[in-house]
């Protein structure tokens, strides 16, 4: 249960803390007081949207912290424990919004994700909106509430985790055939082009050994020349360097044997005579290998050509070239193939739509299981909030689909259509009036009835999931008298299961409460804020004898109010 509510600075309100009780909890005051930006901020803290625009003017952030006592919420504590929070019995949820839009969430002090803190108030919070009513008017809402009742949250996520296979299946096989139709198109130009690049099967790294030895068949007569020259003057020639070495080495010996100091330079003069005998052989063993070989020549020419117009085809390198021919390569072969793997994915989609199918059909058999259930239980709902006559079905159809095209359930002989949440569309249907057949309840209910089916359905889905808090923001909205009175005692009953925090303009709710909190708008200055105060038991006379006959509360007012009540003079 919520324990204690804390709001400073949001919107109209300065600082306020609400202490609230187990059991139900109601609020009211006058229109505009504030009482739904109580509601807005207890959103704020379990997750919502959050919006500078909240941040009470003239200061620097908003602050809302809600204190839970969660005792044994097994399934709670295992969702904590994970995001590694130290869990507690006294849960502290707080959001701090600042003026220029920054949000912060901390989950016991500890920073927090907002995702996080919109997954624990799912788990402690079920909050009904002014309008969420309406959402009865969508019939694409009417399966969620269904599957919500029966508790089939985990068979739908196995049921949409098969629909998205085999979307994705279907997806490869549309892409696969497309593209067999284009590649029966092009396959002729790559096999052109295949025969083309094989028969020239130009290799990475080939042009530029190509180029290098270009250059040296071109310079051959150059090289020739220089190497016998050079050999000429190092070792052949009667001034060579070699015997020019020699003669020095020979001086210097004759120095050592005079003064040790030229030792040295003699080794030097060795080691120079060596390395120039290696320079000449070197030259002397290139030389013989020259080559004049046009006809090589002209070969590597012609080669480089037609590499460089093959380039130009196809996207300006030799590894260009190489992708292009193994890209091309896989498109023909797949060409080739394609019965083959139009056959392996329509082997896998008849393996995935085998298991969808088999969900879907107990899907749907647990969905029409549950709608009886529903469809009793709605009924004696409606009958204690004053609609005795009332008839609720939950009508469940299977659509046949036109063929077996991308139908993802085959149920016997028959494809249906499907949604990711199974084979089933759902519709609610409602008789609210002895002898009428029951209709779409999109079409017939008026907006106090439809307040009081969803209320209906808010406590026997409430009653399965036994959520610890149920917040109402006026679902008494289009009721009155004995029928105002029936919702409060529904909300009574439902107070037995849970808290309940409502908001409500009626006195005959407002009259049951176990708990009093009245909403005022004060000006302080020039300046309107918005506070709630908890009302002692002469005061909750008073508020409801004012709810009863306004602003002027007479003597035959608080009677009124203490016999609505059941309070002894």
Request: net charge negative.
């Amino acid at each position: 249960m919520l324990r204690t509510l804390r709001i400073k600075n949001y919107a109209l309100i300065d600082d306020i803390e609400v202490e609230f009780e187990s059991g139900l909890n109601i609020l009211t005051g006058e229109t505009g007081a504030g009482k739904t930006i109580i509601i807005d901020a207890l959103n704020l803290v379990l997750g919502e949207r959050a919006s500078s625009e909240e941040v009470r003017s003239g200061t620097e952030k908003s602050v809302v912290e809600g204190v839970f006592s969660v005792a044994a919420y097994k399934r709670l504590k295992s969702l904590i424990e994970s995001h590694q929070i130290d869990w507690n019995e006294d849960l502290i949820l707080r959001r701090e919004v600042s003026s220029k839009g920054q949000s912060r969430c901390f989950i016991n002090d500890t920073p927090a994700t907002v995702n996080l803190l919109n997954e624990v108030g799912n788990l402690l919070v079920d909050l009904h909106g002014q309008h969420e009513h309406q959402s009865l008017l969508r019939v694409e809402t009417h399966i969620s509430l269904l599957d919500d009742f029966g508790g089939l949250d985990g068979l739908v996520g196995e049921f949409r985790e098969g629909h998205e296979t085999l979307k994705n299946l279907f997806a490869e096989l549309r892409a696969l055939r497309e593209q067999e139709h284009r590649l029966k198109k092009e396959k002729e130009l790559y096999e052109f082009q295949i025969r083309e690049i094989d028969g020239l099967n130009p290799q990475p790294g080939e042009e530029q050994e190509l180029e290098s030895e270009l250059k040296i068949l071109e310079n051959a007569e150059k090289l020739y020349e220089a190497t016998s020259r050079l050999y000429e003057m190092l070792y052949e020639g009667d001034q060579s360097v070699h015997d020019q070495l020699v003669l020095v080495r020979n001086q210097l010996e004759d120095l050592e044997s005079i003064d040790k100091s030229f030792e040295e330079m003699k080794e030097e003069c060795t080691s120079a005579e060596a390395v120039v005998g290696e320079v000449a052989k070197f030259l002397q063993q290139y030389n013989s290998r020259v080559e004049f070989n046009p006809e090589r020549l002209e070969q590597i020419r012609e080669r480089l050509g037609q590499l460089t117009l093959l380039k130009k085809k196809y996207g300006g390198t030799i590894e260009s070239i190489v992708e292009h021919r193994r890209t091309i390569g896989r498109e023909v072969s797949l060409a080739e193939n394609f019965e083959g793997e139009i056959q392996k994915r329509q082997q896998q989609i008849a393996a995935v739509r085998k298991v969808a199918s088999e969900i879907a059909q107990r899907l749907s058999t647990k969905r029409r299981e549950v709608a009886r259930r529903v469809s009793k239980a709605v009924a004696e709902a409606l009958s204690e909030l004053g609609i005795s006559s009332a008839q609720f079905d939950v009508n469940i159809e299977n659509r046949k689909a036109s063929g077996d095209g991308d139908a993802f359930v085959k149920l016997g002989r028959d494809f249906f259509e499907t949604t990711p949440r199974g084979v089933d569309f759902v519709e609610f249907f409602v008789s609210t009036n002895p002898g009428e057949n029951v209709r779409p309840l999109v079409k017939v209910a008026s907006g106090g009835e439809v307040s009081r089916v969803m209320l209906a359905l808010k406590s026997i889905l409430a009653k399965a999931e036994r959520l610890p808090l149920l917040v109402f923001d006026e679902i008494d909205i289009g009721v009155s008298g004995r029928v105002a009175q029936a919702v409060g005692l529904s909300l009574k009953n439902l107070s037995n299961f849970h808290q309940i925090i409502a908001i409500t303009h009626l006195p005959q709710i407002a009259s049951i409460a176990e708990t009093h909190f009245v909403v005022e708008k004060v000006r302080d200055g020039k300046r309107a804020t918005t506070r709630i105060r908890k009302l002692t038991l002469g005061e909750r006379v008073h508020e409801v004898a004012k709810l009863m006959s306004g602003e002027e509360v007479t003597a035959a007012g608080l009677k009124g109010a203490r016999e609505l009540m059941k309070l002894s003079d």
